[in-house]
C-alpha cells in the first residue's frame, strides 16, 4: 500500500489501463522500487547497487487508498532484510477507528522491511499517508505523550463518518479480516452454561464440592466447639426445659384431679432397636385430651438390660401420678408379658392396642390369641401415642448419641 507518484511508469503492470478510465487504481509489479520523491522538479535519484541486486519476495494484492506526502522528504533509502523480510507499518489513529480505539498496530507480511511514517498539515489524521522510506535500523522518534493525548481528543470530537466510508471503497476490503474487534466483542462477559449437558454423578463427589467454600469461609464458619455447647446447656438451656416441663405438668394435674378416674395409655420409645438400647423413654398419654401426662427415660444398666425398662418406665410413671392424688381408671398398652403382670399386681385395667396386636398375631387359633381378643381396647388406641413418638424422632435421631439430661430435655 503506496503511492503511486514515487513510482516510476515501468513499475505499474497497468498504466494504460488505468490512463484509459478502465481501471481504478495501479497495480505494482513484484520488483517495483519506489524511487521518486514525488514532485514534478525533483531529478529521479538512480536505485543503489542493493536495490538493482534486490530479490523481492511475492506480496499480497490486498490494496487501500492512501493519501500522499505534501511535504518533500529529507531523506530517502531502501532497507534490506536479509533474514525472515517484514513490512513494519505504523497506522495513523484515524484508520483504526472503524474497529476500536488503539495506540498503534503492527501488520506482518512476507515481503522486504519497510518503515513509514505519516505526516500531515491536516488537522485530524488522513486515514493513511505515505512516507519516506527509512533504512531498517532507523528508530522513529517518539512523539511526547501529551501530544498523543491531545491528537486523540481532536479525533473523538470530529466527525469520523469519512474515515469509515474510506475502507469500504477498497473491492478486496472485508469487515471480518479486521485485525482489531470491537470493545463489547472483546470484553470477557460470562457466558451462561444453562445449556451446557448434564451429567448423572455419585453423590459423594457432589458432597466434596460442598466441603469447603471456594470463595470464601462461609462453609467453614468458626463456632464455638461441643464441649462450650455443653456448659451453656447445663447452665441455661436444661434448667430453663425441665422447669418449664414441670411448671405446666402441676397445671395439668391440677385440671385432671377434678375430672375423676382417667384413662390412659402408655408406650416406650428406645433410642436404638433390638435389645441394645442405652435410654428407653416411657410415655404416658391422657385418652380423653391426646395430652402428655408424664414422660420417664430409663437407662438400661438402671434395671439391669434394655428389656426390663418397659416395666421401669410405667412403673415411675404411675407412682408420679399416685402422689398427686391421680387414680388411673384403665391404661391401653401393648401386650408385653411383664405389663400385663404389673398391671394385675397393682389391679388397674388392662387393655390392649388392636394394631400392636394385629402385629403381633400369627395363627388366629392360638389359645393365647385368643384369649386375648376380649382384652381389645374397644374405643381408645395408642395411634396418637405413636404419632406422639415420631414427632421425638426429629429432635432425638436414633443413630446420634446424647447423653441423659440432653435425651430427656429434647
Known sequence: MLCSVHF????????????????????????????LSGHPGDSEPQPS????????P???????????????????????QSSAPTVGTQLSMGTLRASMRSKGTQAIVPCVSVYTETTSSFPEFTPMSSTPIRPQDYRPRKRPRLELEEEEEEEEEGD????????????????????????????????????????????????????SCPICKAMN???????TFRRHARSFLEPAIIHKWK???????????????IGVSGD??????????????YTLMHLDSNRIIDLQLVQSNEVGGSYHMKKEGLKRCLDLLDSNGLVVDYIVTDRHPQIQKYLRERSITHFYDVWHFEKGSMALLNKRVVKDVEKLSHHYQTSSLEAFHSLILRFTPKNVVFPFMGMLCR
Do not use: W
Open 268 to 281: 416406650m420409645r428406645a433410642d436404638s432397636p433390638g435389645h441394645s438400647a442405652k435410654y428407653g423413654s
Open 247 to 261: 411448671t405446666d405438668q402441676q397445671h395439668l394435674f391440677q385440671k385432671l384431679q377434678h375430672g375423676g378416674k
Open 8 to 35: 516510476t511508469e515501468d513499475c505499474f503492470l497497468n498504466l494504460q489501463q488505468f490512463n484509459s478510465g478502465f481501471s481504478n487504481r495501479l497495480i505494482l509489479k513484484d520488483s517495483a522500487v519506489p524511487t
Open 160 to 211: 469520523t463518518s469519512a474515515e469509515l466510508q474510506a475502507e469500504p471503497q477498497d473491492s478486496t476490503y472485508i469487515p471480518g479480516d479486521s485485525v482489531l474487534t470491537d470493545e463489547s466483542a472483546m470484553s470477557s462477559e460470562p457466558v451462561s452454561t444453562y445449556k451446557d449437558d448434564k451429567y448423572i454423578v455419585f453423590e459423594s463427589c457432589l458432597r466434596e464440592l460442598f466441603q
Open 221 to 227: 464458619l468458626e463456632i464455638f466447639q461441643y464441649d
Open 58 to 80: 511475492h506480496l499480497s494484492t490486498t490494496f487501500h487508498d492512501i493519501g500522499c506526502q505534501t511535504e518533500p522528504p529529507q531523506n530517502m533509502s531502501v532497507g534490506i
Open 49 to 56: 547497487t542493493s536495490q538493482q541486486h534486490l530479490e523481492t
